[in-house]
């Protein structure tokens, strides 16, 4: 049986029957944030501007949560996916002339992760324009992307360029 496919907004394709025992089957979204982890100054690379866009990241992915666990609807959450691929984007921008201007030797592995995490971001959106709904799945994602990808990068990959920043100084 071929079941006829879909196309989202975003070009993403999907079939009809899918979608609707993804919907039928969905579980209602844990109001659970114990997981999320806030902004601490452990976070600090002691590179201003880096650290305030760090921040503002932190902010914006818990306002993303925020809005899928709480039910705010499709417009709250997509204007919080808009804004976070925007920002990622900016402050990749910010970090990459940063990390050039120092002579960072690990420059182009530190591009790639930035062009992972926005992968990661334009899954989520792909999801919400298929479904038009936050899922459990796109909040688990946001988890995600807070707990693993943005703690382990700033921790373990923009301390390094900072370091090898201090030690050029």
Same mark, same amino acid.
């Given at each position: 049986? !071929?079941?006829?496919?879909?196309?989202?907004?975003?070009?993403?394709?999907?079939? %009809?029957?899918?979608? #609707?025992?993804?919907?039928?089957?969905?579980?209602?979204?844990?109001? %659970?944030?114990?997981?999320?982890?806030?902004?601490?100054?452990?976070?600090?690379?002691?590179?201003?501007?880096?650290?305030? *866009?760090?921040?503002? #990241?932190?902010?914006?992915?818990h306002r993303l949560y925020d809005d899928i666990v709480n039910a705010r609807g499709e417009h709250a959450v997509e204007e919080a =996916?808009?804004?976070?691929?925007?920002?990622? $984007?900016?402050?990749?921008?910010?970090?990459?002339? #940063?990390?050039? /201007?120092?002579?960072?030797?690990?420059?182009?592995?530190?591009? /790639?992760?930035?062009? !992972?995490?926005?992968?990661?971001?334009?899954?989520? @959106?792909?999801?919400? !324009?298929?479904?038009?709904?936050?899922?459990?799945?796109?909040?688990? *994602?946001?988890?995600?992307? $807070? *707990?693993?990808? =943005?703690?382990?990068?700033?921790? !373990?990959?923009? $301390?390094?360029? @900072?370091?090898?920043?201090? @030690?050029?100084?």
């Open positions: 049986f !071929d079941a006829p496919l879909i196309t989202s907004p975003a070009g993403k394709k999907t079939d %009809e029957l899918s979608t #609707f025992l993804f919907r039928a089957s969905r579980k209602p979204i844990e109001k %659970e944030r114990a997981m999320l982890q806030d902004w601490s100054d452990k976070y600090l690379l002691e590179i201003d501007e880096i650290d305030a *866009q760090h921040k503002k #990241f932190f902010d914006a992915t =996916l808009t804004f976070l691929r925007s920002y990622a $984007t900016e402050h990749f921008q910010a970090e990459e002339a #940063f990390i050039e /201007k120092n002579g960072y030797p690990r420059v182009d592995d530190h591009k /790639k992760l930035h062009v !992972d995490f926005i992968e990661k971001l334009d899954e989520l @959106a792909d999801e919400f !324009d298929i479904y038009k709904a936050p899922t459990q799945g796109m909040a688990d *994602q946001i988890l995600e992307l $807070t *707990q693993d990808w =943005l703690l382990y990068h700033i921790i !373990d990959e923009d $301390t390094l360029y @900072a370091e090898h920043a201090k @030690a050029q100084s």
